[in-house]
């Protein structure tokens, strides 16, 4: 019997599910936006770009942005009563 395996994206066979016609590549216009320090965004991760992925837990999850990492950007998002710092591309962050 071979052991399960516990990867990163791992359960997310619906979570990360697109509907028909939103399939295939998403447009470059996401994947070059721009946030400001403070501006309020919501994790809505892309399943077709896998670089700069968060985790499955904070999707769907709202937070403020911190800062910026490279090209990523540093959000603060609320898991019950701690603050955790969520390092994303803005590929999977949306403006609120």
Known sequence: MAKRSKGTRSKTRHVF???PRERGLSPIT?????????DRVS???????????????FHGKTG????????????????GNALKTVIA????????
């Open 17 to 19: 599910r697109k509907k």
């Open 30 to 38: 996401r994947a070059l936006q721009q946030f400001e320090e403070g």
């Open 43 to 57: 994790v809505v991760i892309d399943p077709s770009v896998h670089k700069g992925m968060p985790h499955r837990r």
């Open 64 to 79: 403020y942005v911190a800062g910026r990492q490279g090209t990523s950007y540093l959000v603060n998002v609320r898991q």
């Open 89 to 96: 591309r803005p590929e999977h962050l949306r403006k609120e």
